[in-house]
């Protein structure tokens, strides 16, 4: 057969997408580390370069280190808070119940909707005047004065991080529920003959089948929140006074609001190691649980 | 209807030999079976065949055509596979009328020949149907039909019958073979069962590690298997092996009994006694070879005996009743010319055989 | 069965508290979006309105020019969503069809990919689309989320098409069919339920997304739905939020209801591979 043709046509079938990417996702890398080099004007004008001034002046800035200390507490508390709710949440949705088709679409409901609208809403439910938040609690007597959720740095954070982890929840659950649906039946069959409890079932067999399929929550949610711009950017743009600031958002002033393409483009650089790092050991992650699944295929070819 | 002629075929994938150089002459009108054990090699043979895999070295001849570089779909070859193939978003009538339609063939054409071929395998209230409302036994006759409407050259055969149970196993495998015989076209079949080979196959071509251990009817193998690989795979229970000397005549097992021989080997020589475990009988004047029954099992129809000879394990199959105990030393004949003599170091036969 | 009710409300007790969060602000939405403008700011605070005010829709589309963004978002979502699956569709094919050299490392790279957020690189893309003279044009949008969900689209499209036997389009040659015709009569047809599927997804995260937006449309009649909405409530000194919510109840609860419908695919999709 024509070899050569054969050989190529899985190619072909590949590159024009292939193309896009690198044009989109790949050159706008290259064209970040080149700019995070030089002197740039505020209307984009490289005017030359200048060693590694602009990471100079992105490390010796004490907002730089603010916004990552906060972005650790941010990615931290979110990912943890997400996955101590998803992992019960899911085991329940896996179990069958009445009225679990209803329960499951209620769960993955905030997936359906755009961070954005999700944070314009909060960002109105906690009004200090007028907010149904503060509605509610005053009705159930919680609190008798309405409280102003946004105006001071420390409770808008901790509000942040609360809407953070309530919209990560859905897709965190999908993959665990993936991962539950899963799991062989006769283990758990096995187990109980043996004469595990409930609480033996869900140490020795559950947690350690599900290591990989958390391990991957883990690592897609860090990678997540720790790009998430859209909840703190519309509740509180990072705001009052730096005090909610993490990098993205940090980020997106610097670049968009204050004109300091070469000192944004550097902290973009920074990030997108810190991201690198994430996405290898996500990579890893992954092929090992390919190579786990594999292995039985090409048995069963040969 | 044609001849299929497989010269030097050789396949490679990467470094990986999965076939040394395959010849084989597959004549018109004929029946032949593949088999061996899973990963010999047998089903890419035939996809090869098919045109569904390259080939790496060696030609295919369709009569008197060589398809090496001809692509399946001009091969003029049907195919019925494993797991049947059957397209889920068409009908049975559909289904069969698949590659008759892309042959723009006229519809009244087509009409006929589908309802021909319906009729011959009791199809013809299904084809309204949509596979995924058929029964296994139904959608291996639909796979068939689609087969037979085509006309073809070759029929090939991708272990058709492994996906049905054990009882409609038996069924299916006696209706291929009507439909053979009545059909006629030269068929390639390929198979892990030997029991399917025995009962379907004018020629048997069993396959081992890449390469074909022997070639013939299901009777020459059964009777003059060429090696020990053949000896073991065909027939069951499979054939005793008794490894020992030979010595004058006689091969010596370990124990020092002697088994009446009369091989060309040189004295000393390391062979391979072989006897079938139906062929064993039961001696009355305590002479021929002892054995110590270990366990009993009956089907009903007869009962396998499994004992131990000089330590080596041993089979025998007995149509009549007898009431063996473990522990129990039982001796055993056989009728002259039931023995089979291989070379343990080759695991070739050695002519002349045993007795 | 009894043990099947008595563990029905054991489990609704335990979600019932999360339940009321996740619904809390569609309550608020709701109840916003329907009340005078005069009791916006009633103190103290309560879910109680006069009266249901039906025109607060009206008004607010004319306000806020939602027709407009309305339209921005549908083009950009639907020409994403194309785009992305006319590339896709072809190289999931390939991935799921073919043995070819690099295929590993291609994988690889659509999980990077994946990973790869517009946020780290929005300065990046500003700057690529200000040279190609795509700012304030919609296609910069479609161009992007068409390239950021191609990965998952392939993996999505992958994950299905393997469980497309694989001798079906054997048998097709069998039958006399050509590559071509065995796709486009066997295959094609087989996959089109994946591929609606993934469409929708596409669409979904094109219609939410709001970084590339926000970065790339600068003037108000380019505004995506998001964007538009968030511009609304940003830097102003008098935000209409009656108007707000019934924006935001149009543009989301249409999709909400497209989603519920669809989740279990995802999970599917999700367990088959995409992220296995």
Known sequence: MANRFQKSVPLMMILPGLALALAIIGYPIFDLAWTSMQDVSRFGKLTGFNGGENYHEVFADPLFWESLWRTGIWTFAVVGGTLAISMPVAMILNDDFHGRGLARVIIMLPWAISLTMTAVVWRWALNGRAGLLNATLMNAGIIDQ??????????????????????????????????????????????????????????????????????????????????????????????????????????????????????????SLVMFFVLLAFTMLYVALVSRNDRDDAAPEEEIKA | MSSVTIRGVKKKYGAMDVLHGIDLQIRDREFVVLVGPSGCGKSTLLRMIAGLETISGGDILIGNRVVNDVPAKARDIAMVFQNYALYPHMSVYENMSFSLRLKRMAKDMIDRKVREAAEILNLSKFLERSPRQLSGGQRQRVAMGRALVRDAQVFLFDEPLSNLDAK?????RTEIKALHQRLQTTSVYVTHDQIEAMTMADRIVVMNAGKIEQIGT??????????????????SPSMNFLRGKLEQGAVVLPDGSRLAASGQGAAGQAVVFGIRPEHLALATDGTGLAAEVEVVEPTGANIQVYARVAGMPLCAVFTERHDFRPGQTIHLIWPEGKAHLFDDATGHRLQGGAN | MTGKLKRSLIYWAILSPLMVVILFPFGVMFVTAVRPRAELFTYPPTWG???????????????????????????????????????????????????????????????????MS??????????????????????????TYAAFNMAFTIWMLQSYFNSIPRDLEEAAWMDGASHLTSLVRIFLPLAVPAMVVTAIFTFINSWNEFVLALTMMRSSEDFTLPVQIYAQVAGRYQVEWHHVMAATVLATVPVAIVFSWLQRYLIRGMALGAVK
Do not use: C
Request: charged share 10%.
């Open chain 1, 146 to 267: 309405p409280v102003e959720w946004l105006a001071t740095a420390s409770t808008a954070f901790v509000v942040e991080i609360l809407v953070g982890i309530l919209v990560s929840i859905p897709f965190t659950t999908t993959i665990l529920l993936g991962g539950l649906s899963s799991m062989p039946q006769d283990a758990y069959e096995a187990a109980v003959v043996d004469g595990a409890s409930g609480w033996d079932q869900f140490r020795h067999i559950t947690l350690p089948l599900m290591k990989p399929f958390i391990n991957i929550a883990i690592v897609l949610n860090v990678i997540y929140v720790f790009n998430s711009l859209p909840i703190i950017w519309v509740m509180t743009e990072g705001g009052p006074a730096n005090g909610t600031d993490i990098l993205v958002t940090y980020l997106y002033k610097l670049a968009f609001r204050f004109g300091q393409l070469g000192k944004a483009a550097a902290i």
């Open chain 2, 168 to 172: 409609l196993r038996v069924v299916m």
């Open chain 2, 218 to 235: 299901p009777l020459e193998l059964y009777d003059t298997p060429a090696n020990l690989f053949v000896a073991d795979f065909i027939g």
């Open chain 3, 49 to 115: 309105f006069s009266e249901f005010r039906w025109e607060n829709f009206s008004e607010m589309w004319v306000k806020t020019n939602f027709g407009g963004a309305l339209l921005n978002s549908l083009y950009v979502s639907v020409a994403a969503t194309a785009v992305a699956l006319l590339l896709s569709i072809p190289a999931a094919y390939a991935m799921s069809r073919y043995r070819f050299a690099g295929k590993g490392a291609y994988r690889t790279f659509l999980l990077m990919t994946q990973m």
């Open chain 3, 118 to 143: 517009p946020i780290v690189l929005v300065l990046g893309l500003f700057r690529l689309m200000m040279s190609l003279g795509l700012v304030n044009d919609l296609n910069s949008l479609v161009l």
